[in-house]
């Protein structure tokens, strides 16, 4: 489970790195931007918390860091903005996700009284 884990974090990244940075034209809809953004960020989150269960402080580091990096990197593109209130929804869906994989983790691996 860990190793698809991580393999899943690894297709996250290379994917919302890719949508966060191609040309506006490229970017997929499906839905309400705001929640597309989280629910990403949610699920690379997940599949870190979950792949890297004993790293949660570097989890968190890396998910924050990707966040702001990638919108940073928006403000070189012309066409894309980079916009603090987008680095702040896609943060805190990352550090929920990996919050939530720890807690699954955790909940999973106490023996039930």
Do not use: N
């Amino acid at each position: 489970m860990t190793t698809i884990s991580r393999i899943a974090s690894i297709v996250l990244l290379i994917g919302i790195a890719f949508v966060t940075l191609c040309p506006i034209d490229f970017r997929p809809e499906t839905g309400h931007p705001t929640l597309e953004r989280a629910g990403a960020y949610l699920l690379l989150g997940l599949a870190l918390g979950a792949g890297f269960p004993r790293q949660l402080r570097y989890s968190l580091i890396f998910i924050v860091g990707v966040a702001v990096g990638l919108e940073a990197l928006q403000l070189v593109d012309p066409g894309r903005h980079a916009r603090f209130d987008d680095m702040l929804v896609k943060a805190i869906g990352g550090v929920v996700g990996i919050l939530a994989a720890w807690l699954l983790t955790r909940m999973r691996s106490e023996p039930v009284a």
